[in-house]
């Protein structure tokens, strides 16, 4: 059930699997810049509700939660942490998920908050905006999956701007091929019309102050145990995005799933859940 809570000014829209304040919190962060919400993810990861309180939650601007501004990746950043102090009672100590976008927001916070994690979760993400510049690569060689979609549209809609809600739905079902290797046209249907679309949330976490964040100088400072997973064959973000993060984190484990694209975490849902309990009893 969709509960609320006010956080910094902005009233967010949760679920949470339990209220059993002896299972330790984890925290899932959902993807799409203006059009993700909690749904998705929350139901990948609730198969971990045995043993944590799954916690998935709507970015002020996107679902439903309120459209209190300013959308800005510091601000989303300072909710994460708004809400981790709401659920735990100001304890340390908490599971990160975070995958695309919410992989971005989710290296942030641990580097601006590095003693609050002890599990770092990073599924299908980048750590800065040159994959960008890769992705487009990617859609060039496969616009047959998608000729509704251009290069154009990638680069100066979902990379840039749109003009309305109703031109951001209608793109983004355009690219809906290309993010599941197991396509289901009436399934991506339902979706499109199911989800809600912000063009002016999206809009301003691509505006020129946000767009160009880079975290690789900084990532050797995250100190929470981390865990890498993506899809050799995700679009948009690359495997060898992942790589690089991997390469910048002390002691963090990368897992490429062949056979799974952007939604690795749904494409292949059991053997991430199984991946994840035993990564974090090793």
């Known amino acids: 059930?969709?509960?609320?809570?006010?956080?910094?000014?902005?009233?967010?829209?949760?679920?949470?699997?339990?209220?059993?304040?002896?299972?330790?919190?984890?925290?899932?962060?959902?993807?799409?810049?203006?059009?993700?919400?909690h749904e998705s993810d929350y139901i990948a990861y609730?198969?971990?509700a045995n043993k944590y309180r799954i916690l998935s939650f709507d970015?002020?601007?996107?679902?439903?939660?309120?459209?209190t501004k300013p959308y800005t990746f510091h601000q989303l950043v300072e909710d994460i942490e708004g809400m981790r102090q709401h659920f735990t009672g100001n304890i340390d100590e908490f599971v990160l998920c975070g995958g695309s976008f919410g992989g971005y927001l989710a290296q942030q916070y641990a580097i601006t908050y590095p003693h609050h994690i002890s599990h770092l979760i990073l599924r299908g993400t980048a750590p800065s905006h040159h994959h960008e510049g890769e992705a487009i690569k990617v859609l060039e060689k496969r616009l047959h999956k998608a000729p509704s979609l251009s290069v154009n549209q990638l680069k100066n809609k979902i990379f840039g701007r749109f003009e309305s809600d109703e031109e951001f739905r209608l793109v983004m079902?355009?690219?809906?091929p290309l993010y599941s290797e197991t396509f289901d046209a009436?399934?991506?249907?339902?979706?499109?019309?199911?989800?809600?679309?912000?063009?002016?949330?999206?809009?301003?976490?691509?505006?020129?102050?946000?767009?160009y964040f880079d975290y690789r100088a900084d990532l050797k400072h995250i100190v929470a145990r981390t865990l890498i997973i993506v899809g050799d064959q995700?679009?948009?973000?690359?495997?060898?995005?992942?790589?690089?993060?991997?390469?910048h984190i002390p002691g963090s484990r990368l897992e490429i799933f062949?056979?799974?694209?952007?939604?690795?975490?749904?494409?292949?849902?059991?053997?991430?859940?199984?991946?994840?309990?035993?990564?974090v009893e090793e």
């Open 1 to 37: 059930m969709v509960e609320y809570v006010q956080i910094n000014g902005a009233k967010l829209a949760y679920v949470i699997s339990s209220t059993d304040a002896s299972k330790p919190l984890f925290i899932t962060l959902h993807g799409g810049r203006g059009f993700g919400s």
């Open 46 to 48: 609730s198969p971990l």
């Open 59 to 67: 970015y002020r601007g996107h679902g439903s939660s309120s459209s």
């Open 173 to 176: 079902h355009a690219a809906a």
């Open 186 to 211: 009436d399934a991506a249907l339902s979706n499109t019309l199911r989800t809600m679309y912000f063009a002016e949330s999206h809009n301003d976490l691509y505006s020129e102050r946000e767009k």
């Open 234 to 247: 995700d679009w948009i973000c690359p495997p060898k995005q992942s790589e690089i993060i991997a390469s």
């Open 258 to 279: 062949r056979g799974a694209n952007h939604s690795v975490h749904h494409e292949k849902n059991e053997e991430v859940i199984r991946l994840i309990q035993d990564w």
